[in-house]
Structures are given as structure tokens and as C-alpha cells.
């Protein structure tokens, strides 16, 4: 069975730093890409940013741009997200997902998500 | 970036009834590889996205058949045949042709009359 299991939300305060996990099991995980997305409290989907399976490639979308860094341990089976510079509008709930782009099949699996606020 | 708009945002249905939502996006989906990249999640109150619907037609294991997804270019359709209670949820298209970013629509509220 395919699991990811988000961690490492809390509460900052504006301008602090917090590092999220994604632990994966029951899949390969190192033959997939993974993407954060977010969802701030009653608001809709959020695309963050994803890794490509070696690490090798690694994109954001523009507002965490220079804030935030995605990165993997195949060895581990773990994604991770360092956020940098938080800001109250990245108060969100954050979720791992993969893809597999020789298949096809994008966001297929999701975790159960990590809530992270940022408030003084 | 791709903009993704949905129709309605707020769908209410009775049970038994069909109910259908429409994804519309700024340009074409169809990739260079000639797939169209357009997926379909339902998001039940207190849970995490699921999918349900991938690269526009494809049902997901697990998923009843009285899910299925239509459409192509800018045009994109999910219906819903016999609304059931366990389908309250808001309902996502995203699209995965043209990225970075991948776009989600607004999301699509489906409850019950």
C-alpha cells in the first residue's frame, strides 16, 4: 500500500524557517517525481514545487522562489521542503504527492497533509 | 501560467440525479507528446485530494464508473451520473501539460439538496 506521511508542521513567526517531511512507503520511490502542494485554510489547490527522481532537476513556482528549497534521500525514502523567510500568506496546509511521467500519472498518490501557520 | 476556471463553483444536487462540472483552461492541453495532461480530484470535507480522473478520460482504480471525464483542447467536462451522498466534496481539475506551474481550477462545491 502507498503511503506518504507528511511532518514537521508547526506555528513560526514571520520570517522564520520550519524544514517539512514526506516519508514514502509501499512504492519505488526513488522512480518518481514528487511535488509539494499546498492549500491555505478554505482556499483551493496550490502547486509548490517538485524533484525530479535523481534530484537532479527541481522547480517552484514563483512566489517561494528563493524561499523555499525542495529536496530528496532516495535512501530514505524522504522529501523534504526547507522554508525560509515565511510569510503569514504561507499559512497552508502542505501535502506531498508523486507523479510518474513515463506512465502518465500525475499527483496519482497524496499524503494526509502537514499544517503549517505562520503568525506572531 | 495556464489558467484553469471552473463551472459553477457551487453545485447543489439530489440524490440520484446527475451532475456534471466543466474545466476550462487558458490554452490548449494537448502536450507535444500528444497526451492531454487534465486531471480530475475530489476533495471530501477533512481529507486530502484524491484522484480521480487522469489524463482527461481515465478512471482511476477504486473509482465508481458513475465517475467519467470528457473533453479536449480547452474544454473539459466531469460528470457525475447518479449523485450519492458519499460524493459531497469539492471537485478540482488540474492541469500537467504546461508546467512550471501546475494549475488547479477555483474547485467545484457538490452537496446535497
Known amino acids: 500500500e502507498v503511503q506518504l506521511v507528511e511532518s514537521g508542521g508547526g506555528l513560526v513567526q514571520p520570517g522564520g524557517s520550519l524544514r517539512l517531511s514526506c516519508a514514502a512507503s509501499?512504492?519505488?520511490?526513488?522512480?518518481?517525481?514528487m511535488s509539494w502542494v499546498r492549500q491555505a485554510p478554505g482556499k483551493g489547490l496550490e502547486w509548490v514545487a517538485n524533484i525530479k527522481q535523481d534530484g537532479s532537476e527541481k522547480y517552484y513556482v514563483d512566489f517561494v522562489k528563493g524561499r523555499f528549497t525542495i529536496s530528496r534521500d532516495n535512501a530514505e525514502n524522504s522529501l523534504f521542503l526547507q522554508m525560509n523567510s515565511l510569510r503569514t500568506e504561507d499559512t497552508a496546509v502542505y501535502y506531498c504527492?508523486?507523479?510518474?511521467?513515463?506512465?502518465?500519472?500525475?499527483?496519482?498518490?497524496w499524503g494526509q497533509g502537514t499544517l503549517v501557520t505562520v503568525s506572531s | 501560467d495556464v489558467v484553469m476556471t471552473q463551472s459553477p463553483l457551487s453545485l447543489p444536487v439530489t440524490l440520484g440525479q446527475p451532475a456534471s462540472i466543466s474545466c476550462r483552461s487558458s490554452?490548449?492541453?494537448?502536450?507535444?507528446?500528444?497526451?492531454?495532461?487534465l486531471n480530475w480530484f475530489q476533495q471530501r470535507p477533512g481529507q486530502s485530494p484524491r484522484r480521480l480522473i487522469y489524463?482527461?478520460?481515465n478512471r482511476d482504480s477504486g473509482v465508481p464508473d458513475r465517475f467519467s471525464g470528457s473533453g479536449s483542447g480547452t474544454d473539459f467536462t466531469l460528470r457525475i451520473s447518479r449523485v450519492e451522498a458519499e460524493d459531497v466534496a469539492v471537485y478540482y481539475c488540474?492541469?500537467?501539460?504546461?508546467?512550471?506551474?501546475?494549475?488547479f481550477g477555483p474547485g467545484t462545491k457538490v452537496d446535497i439538496k
Open positions: 489524463r482527461v478520460s
Open positions: 488540474m492541469q500537467g501539460t504546461h508546467w512550471p506551474p501546475f494549475t
Open positions: 509501499g512504492f519505488t520511490f526513488s522512480s518518481y517525481w
Open positions: 504527492a508523486r507523479s510518474r511521467w513515463s506512465k502518465g500519472s500525475l499527483f496519482d498518490d
Open positions: 490554452q490548449s492541453l494537448v502536450h507535444s507528446d500528444g497526451n492531454t495532461y
